[in-house]
């Protein structure tokens, strides 16, 4: 059953087992099952400088089943969500050792409703900079989060990019969940 809009009611309404059930268990059962997924990326993936790239999320850690299922699409790297309503998104993403003095500038992650070419629709963005030489190695991590409202069959994809320096790569992750993405339902639009 999907969440539905509790019944108004005046004072001294009474509350039979039907409308009980709708306005209350079906729809705290909704929030508590309602579409959500989190995913990691759990190979090192390559990010070319100057390139928004979508993260490949490839493991699943965790999902809701059936008709609340967020569908993941290796192929696009893109999430498309089941049903119409807002939806809470958070990623992150750690970015490798760089140990040339060319490390880069700013380096980015995207939480996109869009697939388009480039950032696509920005909704929620970070940023890091790393220092101006990196001879000694460093990593960095970005991370953002957005509550959205979406459609159902919409699509979320999650981007990296570095401006400029050297090619650098997205740690692997199977324990940590530095490079994570979450994506939960929160309520009605």
Known sequence: MSYSSPTTRAVGFLVGTTRWN???VENVKQLA???HMIRVNSNSQSITTGTWTPVNYDTLVESSTGANAITYSTTDDEFI???TGRYW?????????????????????????STAAG?????ARDQVQPPAT??????????GDVVITAIATQKIVIKAHQDSGDNLSLIADTTAF????SIRWVGKA
């Open 22 to 24: 709708q306005d209350v």
């Open 33 to 35: 099952e309602g579409p």
């Open 81 to 83: 969500l089941p049903q």
């Open 89 to 113: 998104v958070t990623a992150n993403a750690q970015w490798g050792l760089s140990t040339s003095s060319t490390g880069g500038t700013a380096r980015n992650l995207v939480i996109a409703t």
């Open 119 to 123: 950032p696509g629709n920005p909704v």
């Open 134 to 143: 990196t001879s000694i190695g460093v990593t960095n991590d970005v991370s």
């Open 178 to 181: 530095v490079n994570r993405v």
